[in-house]
Nanobody, 121 residues
Framework: VQLQASGGGLVQAGGSLRLSCAAS????????MGWFRQAPGKEREFVAV????????YYADSVKGRFTISRDNAKNTVYLQMNSLNPEDTAVYYC???????????????WGQGTQVTVSS
């Protein structure tokens, strides 16, 4: 599975962005899809994950109520809608594919290249 993340950019605090992650391969619907982020000088952290059918979703406490993860298996794409952004959300955002629904980076087998999100105050 190859993953291509897009949709990052510069936005003012309080604004919104939608990230997309397009996957190649016919087995996309078999994978749980996660979003992670990494700010400068910090470890990569979990943001959200969605199960293969889209019925199960988990979020980090820091984004709960502001971010929404979704997927379209017909388009081999997973999305992250980010609302009410604040400067603490500034990071490189990565999508990842794994066979288990997990918050742990080590569980994920495939990673996208990352897309930069910058939120100005």
């Amino acid at each position: 599975v190859q993953l291509q993340a897009s949709g990052g950019g510069l936005v003012q605090a309080g604004g919104s962005l939608r990230l997309s992650c397009a996957a190649s391969g016919r087995t996309f619907s078999s994978y749980a899809m996660g979003w992670f982020r990494q700010a400068p000088g910090k470890e990569r952290e979990f943001v959200a994950v969605i199960g293969w059918s889209g019925g199960t979703k988990y979020y980090a406490d820091s984004v709960k109520g502001r971010f929404t993860i979704s997927r379209d298996n017909a388009k081999n794409t997973v999305y992250l809608q980010m609302n009410s952004l604040n400067p603490e959300d500034t990071a490189v955002y990565y999508c990842a594919a794994g066979l288990a629904l997990s918050r742990a980076t080590r569980v994920y087998d495939y990673w996208g290249q990352g897309t930069q999100v910058t939120v100005s105050s």
